[in-house]
């Protein structure tokens, strides 16, 4: 379920459930959770079921069990939208964090969060980019000369033949500079990735990841 | 109705206006025209079934028209029906024509997804006494709160081109429409117009209940010719754009006054509309295209310019096939098989409009195999062996859709809408169970929402259902009807002029500077923004033609029949067959050509694959489903992977290792024994019902494509329907539109009862067995087709595996 590689010098572990975790700094990163993207659906009168949330507050409390980190960093746009009096979601967020009170966790503000307080929920909120030598962590995957950037937002995935089939999956995206993790969201859409010279792809399935070449 | 208040010599004096009126125009009631007019004055229900051109609309409107000067009122009187948004116009005059001559001062008004404000505004104000709709825009009548008061003094209704509804989804809704209007009606009357079908008693059945058959018109002789390849001419095995006809066309087309050139598809109408530019000795203007994609404006222009003959030919779709005539076509051409008997009547009805000329048309074979289908398509044209359109059956997407409409239209309670539904053919058989299913869902979400308080389309208070939500009702209103476009995006000019629409896939791998073929004109990607793809002329063409879903129409079951008669009688008989004789000469060599009452089955090893092909001529969605089931069976046999493609004539099954076969095993294969239990197997494994979730969550509101030109806004709520799928067999696999498309796939995707008619045949056939070197000429089409799906008997892990595997092998190279 795991694949280490070294990224800008240092060794890290990512995970199929679709994480990054740095031993270096105990530190298990997502990005793109989406928090309360089923709600806003439903709330439109469009009929996506409930459980989205449960899910991958489950996937996240086996990834804290498997590595137990210090800190719980998410690259930008844990929320989708605004949330009412009414929406059980937060409740159920709130309800996790408040399980994991020796774990710091962090949110890179992202497009989505200004929708909603998410300090509210006892998350602390850094601005745009955060260096945490030698990386920047961004929602936004953009180059920074400060560090390589580990960031989200686009929900990479990749085309991965297998025999007469193709699977659609996401994907992690190592670039020179830049690397993105796939959505950790259950109702996210992808974003196709080509391969390119130089560029690393680590396809994540429901069963282990696949480090295409 | 009060036939019992109009005496007959009353009627006699009112018809004999209309008469006068026909003879001021050199003509005479037709028979089954004064039958028509009669039997409304009876106050009964029928269906008018005539080839096009026989005058099917005076037979229809003379009644009402009658029976309006008799007993003149004001407000809506006869409500018309029609498929097609570019007929209304048309329509709309020609109707008003009639009523004029009956000086009846009635105001005749068109409403349909194209209609400007002005028109809508006026009839908001009930200006009107004929209106003419389509059945979309009917369903949005109905769901205003005002709807019975508008539809009071209703009369009757006619539905035009009853032909084109019967057989899908729209069909459905308006039989739902109808119910709705005569529980409030009882003594309205429906008519229906038909072109000739193979199931004319239950076309009436669905549309009216009971009724009178009328049918009219001398039988027009139709003249099928074909474009035969040369003698030493190297023609193509496989192929369906047949371009290297170019020549033979356009020889056709310049030989008369005017043509029209139908396509099977809209990406084949583009490239032959690009093939026949180059070489169009003409000025430009004389050639046109004409498909479902293109804006409408564009469309009403082209048919503009048939209607005056300025236009010397149009390639067309099916976007052609029914309509208004255009009296200056001469020449009908078809680019490949027309695929069915009835589609090939119905275009070459479109030329030869003087009387007593035949009906002509050329079929443009796109590659070889295809001279069997037009020389089986005549046979079964000469036999009377039409295909029937079966209405569906129990749609709970379009009953969804329904129940919220009837909602906003003032309310229901459950009983009584129950009850009007089933009076309709399309629900007779619905079960209670499943309707409070579908209400429940519309209440709650289904089981995986209950009771969750952001979700509630419709509210119950005490007995009645209603909406309360100002917004769902907008939505809803946005997104009625059944035919809705999957993810389109406006194509648009720089400076403004819309070109039409194309699917959002074919835009997304498109960069700003690319170019491609679009409404026959070569453009160039700008940028793209609100669901709008900005470009502007570009002088050639580097890059695609855009695809559109819906893809290639299947071969009929009738002239399947007839084809695997054609083939068995060799190269004998018609033209076509001799030309024909060679490939099958090849065919007998290395394998050979199946009798009536054989199974052709073929393994060819190439160095692609170890491939299986099995010919059992069913047409290419039972084949899908044989396909599916051949797989399954081939995987229980020895695990594997297995993946397969179809045509209309067989399927072609491919894996990295085939068990053992032969002849007996084969048999064992194709038997129908536990057929059901094995397509639902393997049904379940493929991706099938997940892709036709598509229109029905669309259709059932479960997705929504957005305001119009609100597209930003809404990104956020974008979910494709196959997340969609995913989610609800994982949390409510009880969900009554899993069932729907589960069903759908099927009764349509894979013919079921077709399919097992199928099989039934192969068991009591001699199953012919051969193992070639080379693919057969039967084959070879088979084996350039993408393939369609699979049978996989793994799980992500071995998945995974595998992909290692091969990532690793591809490493050492």
């Known amino acids: 379920m795991t694949h280490d590689m070294a990224i800008a010098g240092e060794r890290v572990t990512l995970h199929a459930q679709r994480a990054l975790f740095w031993p270096a700094r105990r530190m298990l990163m997502v990005a793109d959770v989406h928090f309360g993207k089923g709600a806003v659906f439903r709330r439109a009168g469009i009929a996506v079921p409930s459980g989205d949330t449960e899910d991958d507050i489950e996937r996240l409390d086996g990834l804290i069990a498997t590595f137990s980190p210090d800190t719980l960093m998410v690259l930008g746009d844990l929320v989708h939208g605004d949330a009412t009096e009414r929406s059980a979601w937060v409740a159920r967020v709130r309800a996790w964090r408040a399980r994991h009170p020796a774990i710091d966790i962090q949110l890179i503000a992202g497009n989505h969060d200004r929708h909603f307080d998410v300090a509210s929920l006892g998350i602390a909120v850094r601005p745009q980019r955060l260096r945490v030598a030698p990386f920047v962590l961004a929602h936004h995957p953009e ?12 929900h990479p995935g990749a085309t991965v033949r297998d025999g007469w089939r193709k699977h659609r999956l996401p994907a992690f995206v190592f670039d020179r500079d830049v690397g993105t993790l796939p959505a950790f969201g259950t109702l996210t859409g992808l974003h196709d990735v080509k391969p390119e010279p130089g560029r690393r792809i680590v396809v994540a399935t429901p069963a282990g990841l696949v480090p295409l070449r | 109705m009060p036939t019992s208040s109009t005496t007959s010599a009353a009627w006699r004096r009112a018809e004999a206006r209309l008469v006068a009126w026909f003879a001021t125009q050199g ?60 007929l209304a116009t048309d329509t709309a005059q020609h109707l008003s024509a009639a009523v004029d001559a009956m000086e009846l001062p009635w105001r005749v008004l068109r409403r349909t997804g194209d209609s ?93 209940g009971d009724g009178v058959l009328i049918g009219g018109g ?26 290297s006809q170019l020549p033979r066309v356009l020889d056709a087309v310049l030989g008369a006054r005017s043509s029209l050139v139908f396509a099977n598809t809209r990406s084949q109408a583009e490239l032959w509309h690009e093939a026949l530019s180059s070489v169009w000795p003409e000025s430009p203007p004389t050639l046109a295209l004409h498909h479902g994609s293109i804006d409408p404006k564009l469309r009403f222009a082209t048919e503009e310019g048939l209607r005056v003959g300025a236009l010397r030919c149009v390639v067309a779709t099916s976007s052609l096939d029914l309509g208004v005539d255009f009296s200056s076509v001469e020449r009908v051409v078809q680019i490949g098989s027309p695929k069915s008997v009835a589609r090939l009547l119905q275009r ?71 009850r009007e539904i089933t009076s309709s053919l399309a629900y007779a058989q619905l079960p209670r169970e499943r309707f409070d299913a579908v209400l429940f869902y519309l209440q709650t979400g289904g089981s995986a929402l209950a009771s969750y308080p952001e979700y509630q389309k419709l509210v119950r208070t005490g007995d009645r259902y209603h909406v309360d939500s100002g917004r769902i ?69 580097r890059g695609g033609v855009p695809r559109w879903m819906g893809g290639r129409m299947p071969l009929s079951g009738e002239l399947s029949d007839e084809l695997r008669d054609t083939l068995a009688g060799g190269g004998t008989g018609s033209a076509e067959m001799r030309a024909l004789r060679p490939l099958l000469a090849v065919q007998e060599n290395h394998s050979s050509i199946p009798e009536p009452g054989d199974t052709l089955c073929e393994r060819t090893r190439t160095r692609e694959g170890d491939y299986l092909f099995v010919f059992p001529f069913a047409g290419r969605l039972a084949h899908e489903g044989l396909a599916a089931v051949l797989a399954y069976r081939l995987a229980r046999l020895q695990p594997g992977d297995y993946g397969y493609a179809v045509n209309d004539y067989g399927l072609t099954i491919t894996a990295a290792r085939m068990p053992v076969l032969d002849a007996e095993t084969m048999r064992r294969l194709l038997h129908p024994w536990g057929l059901r239990a094995d397509i639902r197997a393997s049904v379940n494994l493929s991706e099938l019902a997940r892709r036709q979730f598509r229109e029905i969550a669309r259709v059932a509101g479960l997705v929504f494509n957005g305001y119009p030109a609100q597209g930003k806004t809404l990104r956020q709520l974008q979910a ?79 998945r995974v595996e595998r992909m290692l595997a091969s990532l690793e092998a591809g490493a050492d190279e």
């Open chain 1, 143 to 154: 180059r920074h000369d400060a560090g390589y950037t580990l960031a989200g937002h686009v």
């Open chain 2, 473 to 541: 009702a907008r939505m809803h209103r946005l997104s009625i009807g059944t035919i809705t476009s999957d993810g389109t995006l406006a194509v648009r000019y720089m400076k403004g002029a819309r070109l039409g629409t194309v699917e959002e896939s074919f835009v997304s791998r498109l960069r700003p500077g690319d170019r491609f073929l679009f409404a026959g004109r070569h453009l160039e990607l700008v940028r793209v923004r609100d669901m709008t793809a900005y470009v502007r002329a570009a002088p050639n063409r």
């Open chain 2, 27 to 86: 003509r005479r009631p037709a028979p089954f025209q004064r039958a028509a007019w009669r039997a409304w004055r009876d106050g009964q229900n029928g269906l008018i079934h005539a080839p096009t051109g026989t005058g099917k609309t005076l037979a229809a409107v003379g009644g009402p028209l009658i029976d309006a000067a008799l007993r003149p009122q004001t407000g809506l009187q006869l409500l018309w029906i029609t498929p097609l948004r570019s």
């Open chain 2, 720 to 798: 494709s329907s196959g997340l969609l799928f995913d989610v609800l067999r994982r949390h409510d696999p009880d969900h009554p539109l899993l069932w729907q498309a589960e069903r759908e796939v099927l009764d349509q995707q894979l013919d079921y009862s077709r399919l097992r008619a199928c099989l039934l045949r192969v068991a009591r056939s001699r199953v012919l067995w051969h193992e070639t070197k080379r693919l057969s000429p039967l084959a070879f089409p088979l084996w350039v087709e993408r393939l369609r799906g699979g049978i996989a008997m793994d799980d992500w892990k071995s």
């Open chain 2, 218 to 243: 001398a039988a027009k002789k139709t003249l099928i010719e074909t474009a035969l390849p040369e003698a030493g001419e190297r023609f193509p095995w496989a192929g369906h754009l047949g371009l």
């Open chain 2, 348 to 418: 070459a009805g479109r030329s030869g409009h003087q009387p007593g000329m035949p009906s002509r048309i050329l079929c443009v074979p796109t590659h070889l195999l295809e001279l069997a289908e037009i020389a089986a398509a005549r046979h079964a044209l000469e036999t009377g062996h039409l295909e029937p359109r079966r209405p569906m059956r129990g749609c709970l997407d379009v009953l969804a859709q329904h129940l919220l409409t009837m909602a906003l239209g003032g309310g229901f309670d459950a009983d009584d809408a129950y």
């Open chain 2, 116 to 208: 400007g404000s002005a028109e809508r505004a006026k009839l908001r104000r009930g200006a009107c006494e004929l209106l003419v709709t389509t059945p979309e825009s009917l369903a949005l009548l109905l769901s205003y709160p005002d709807g019975r008061e508008r539809f009071a003094r209703l009369r009757g209704i006619v539905v035009d081109e009853w032909h084109e509804l019967i057989g899908n989804k729209r069909g459905t809704l308006l039989q739902l429409g109808l119910a709705r209007l005569r529980h409030w009606l009882p003594e309205l009357r429906t008519w229906g117009l038909s072109a000739t079908l193979g199931n004319l008693d239950e076309a009436l059945h669905a549309l009216a």
